[in-house]
């Protein structure tokens, strides 16, 4: 048999026990085309959207059809780590959702209750020797025709070869796509920074989604610097960088992100919208469009979070409160410090300061298990917050104590937050220079930032403090020593 331009050998098999895909192998069904080693999938030469992890996910069922493979096995295997259960269920979500399959009527993956999944679908593989007979004779090569011949004894069926002709087959096989690299005018690791691109992207979103801003941020980075022109990578920037209050950088990220996908993909993609919308202080038409979304992925705690932040931020509590109800019935909830943090936030709002204290402190227990240094400094500068509104003594030094981690784990805007409440705390308790010293911290940051959500609060907070300043003949010599400050100047002539 000689095969003439580049055509593959296809053949199918009867798998007794797991085994890993040879290299070139790629795993073909109901018209899918699964390539194991570059981690992705194609529909009619279209490339089928799913993340590596996800495409990993449906490999490692694959290569194991027919048998039950635990959720704890796929954990290790793919993420090699203790990660959060919902990690595992977004991925067999978005698997499904590509394949056209759903739980009730599974074609291809059947989940066994309290054990795992199970691939059902009948696969074909497509075997590695690929000869591309009309390059080779360009380049001057020898074309090799392989005579397959009966083999006994083996589990592969179709594809009968000699002993000889495997390993030669193999080795030009190799010899074949180091010479595609070579020759490529691309980049020859190119698949290696994808590869290694997606391993961060996903360790950004699993952080991000738990609340540590901050090694999110650290991840997204190094995916933005191994693919600079993905814009999903951009958009995991720009959704660490709001969390962290860094809105100037998350802009700027968000609309780069936008022009890397429409001059792709010719589209607009409704998530990169809902951050443009959440960092001009539209959280109204944030949560609009955020509602689309997770009643399009009810799965997804990441947008289940963003959805109940956005409705905080817009005041709207109650709505926060139902959105949170709901995500309390999603995997991996009750793991989460994240959606702990808002839950406490929102019901803070309102005034049950003590349940709100409850679920702070039982986050910071999740934040340390998940190893969330960030979500726990901010979570710990809550907490203190939560104190002061219950009038206790020792609310100034757990605010102190948050400041320190946040500091630690340089959270700019976290470390702002903090000298907002003291500054809030001493206005209380009338002590309105003091006031307006830890507000004079606080302010540079935010305006570096061009956090404009945190100004507006430190702009009220400033606003008190004057007025008290105003009003209490006792503070007259305190206006003296407040004449050259020029913060101080300009809220007292936006009083007047």
């Known amino acids: ?158 594809l009968a070869l000699p002993a000889g002709a495997v390993l030669v087959a193999t080795v030009l096989t190799i010899a074949f796509t180091v010479g595609r690299w070579n020759n490529s005018k691309s980049n020859p690791k190119r698949g290696l920074e994808i590869s290694e691109s997606s391993v961060r992207l996903a360790d950004a979103n699993r952080l991000r989604v738990v609340g540590d801003a901050v090694r999110a941020l650290e991840m997204a980075n190094e995916a933005v610097a191994l693919e600079p022109d993905s814009w999903q990578a951009r958009l995991t920037r720009t959704q660490a960088l709001k969390n962290l209050g860094r809105f100037q950088e998350a802009h700027t990220e968000a609309i780069l992100a936008q022009n890397l996908l429409m001059r792709r993909e010719r589209r607009v993609e409704p998530l990169i919208e809902v951050q443009l919308r959440q960092l001009d202080l539209d959280y109204a038409g944030a949560s ?54 808002v839950n406490a936030t929102a019901l803070g709002m309102l005034g049950e300061n003590s349940a709100a204290l409850n679920l702070v402190l039982q986050a910071q227990q999740k934040a340390m298990t998940v190893r969330g240094g960030s979500s726990l400094g901010r979570l710990v500068l809550l907490e203190g917050g939560l104190r002061m509104n219950l009038l206790e003594s020792a609310a100034m030094d757990v605010v102190q104590r948050g400041r320190a981690l ?79 400050d020029s913060l101080y100047q300009t809220m007292f002539v936006a009083k007047r």
């Open 1 to 158: 048999m000689t095969f003439k331009g580049r055509k593959a050998l296809k053949f199918s098999y009867s798998r007794r026990v797991p085994r890993k895909a040879l290299l070139g192998e790629q795993y073909v069904f109901d018209g899918f085309r699964l390539d194991p080693h570059r981690a992705i999938i194609t529909q009619g030469g279209e490339r089928v959207p799913l993340t590596p992890r996800a495409v990993q996910t449906l490999t490692e069922l694959i290569e194991n059809s027919g048998l039950v493979v635990s959720k704890d096995v796929l954990i290790e295997r793919i993420w090699g780590t203790a990660v959060d259960e919902n990690n595992l269920n977004q991925s067999i979500s978005a698997i499904r959702r590509a394949l056209g399959d759903t739980p009730k009527r599974a074609r291809y993956i059947v989940t066994v209750p309290g054990s795992g999944y199970r691939f059902v679908g009948v696969v074909e593989v497509e075997s590695p020797l690929l000869l591309a007979s009309e390059t080779a004779t360009q380049q001057g090569e020898t074309v090799l025709a392989v005579q397959p011949k009966p083999v006994s004894n083996s589990t592969w069926h179709g």
């Open 288 to 341: 609009k469009g955020l509602k689309k979304l997770v009643a399009e992925q009810p799965e997804s705690m990441d947008l289940a979070i963003q959805l109940a932040w956005s409705e905080a931020d817009a005041k709207n509590y109650e709505d926060a409160l139902t959105t949170i109800k709901a995500a309390r019935r999603l995997p991996g909830a009750e793991r989460n410090p994240e959606l702990d943090r």
């Open 406 to 484: 946040c500091q630690v784990e340089q959270d700019e805007m976290c470390v702002a937050k903090s000298y907002r409440v003291e500054g809030n705390r001493y206005v209380d308790h009338r002590q309105y220079y003091l006031a307006m010293k830890s507000y004079r911290k606080a302010m540079p940051i935010a305006q570096r930032q061009m956090n404009f959500q945190e100004m507006e609060r430190l702009f009220e907070g400033l606003s008190a403090a004057v007025d008290g300043i105003n009003e209490n003949p006792r503070q007259a010599s305190m206006n003296q020593v407040l004449s050259s």
